[in-house]
């Protein structure tokens, strides 16, 4: 019988790994939910490629918000030889401010914004856009743009 005492340690452990392990360990920060005060969305994002360089191009869209002082532009940049794993979450990182103001006034810029930036060869690009407030809440995300390059 004490045998039996001292097996049950290391089966419960071995259950406790194997339930951790099932999972694909790349988990999102949390992010708040979306207030009646955040800035209203981003229109359709499109994005072109001329040779290796992108530029992604959107429309600020008015809503019950106020609107947005401008855009943070994000990236999800992972190698092509790395597996892709289209279940676990996208990690993004920030990688523009925008601002949504003509120079010198407060009044927001006319027409639609864009980014540009260089690309590398042998990545899988994945972009959104978000706007933010004055104060510094922020709306909803744009959908997203992927590509490989």
């Given at each position: 019988?004490?045998t039996?005492?001292?097996?049950?340690?290391?089966i419960?452990i071995l259950?406790?790994?194997g339930?951790?392990?099932?999972?694909?360990?790349?988990k999102?920060?949390?992010?708040?939910?979306?207030?009646?005060?955040?800035?209203?969305?981003?229109?359709?994002?499109?994005?072109?490629?001329?040779?290796?360089?992108?530029?992604?191009?959107?429309?600020?869209?008015?809503?019950?918000?106020?609107?947005?002082?401008?855009?943070?532009?994000?990236?999800?940049?992972?190698?092509?030889?790395?597996?892709?794993?289209?279940t676990?979450?996208?990690?993004?990182?920030?990688v523009?401010?925008?601002?949504?103001?003509k120079?010198?006034?407060?009044?927001?810029?006319?027409?639609p914004?864009?980014?540009?930036?260089?690309?590398?060869?042998?990545?899988?690009?994945?972009?959104?856009v978000?706007?933010?407030?004055?104060?510094?809440?922020?709306?909803?995300?744009?959908?997203?743009?992927?590509?490989?390059?």
């Open positions: 019988m004490k039996g005492r001292n097996i049950r340690p290391y419960l259950l406790a790994v339930f951790l392990w099932t999972g694909c360990g790349k999102a920060p949390p992010r708040p939910p979306l207030r009646d005060d955040a800035p209203a969305a981003v229109g359709r994002l499109g994005k072109t490629i001329n040779g290796d360089t992108l530029r992604l191009n959107w429309n600020p869209i008015a809503g019950k918000g106020p609107a947005a002082a401008g855009f943070y532009v994000y990236r999800s940049k992972t190698r092509l030889a790395d597996s892709n794993c289209p676990c979450p996208v990690l993004f990182e920030r523009a401010v925008i601002s949504n103001r120079m010198g006034t407060d009044a927001a810029a006319p027409g914004l864009e980014y540009q930036e260089p690309l590398e060869s042998g990545y899988r690009y994945i972009y959104k978000t706007p933010y407030s004055q104060s510094g809440l922020t709306g909803k995300d744009s959908g997203m743009v992927a590509f490989e390059h």
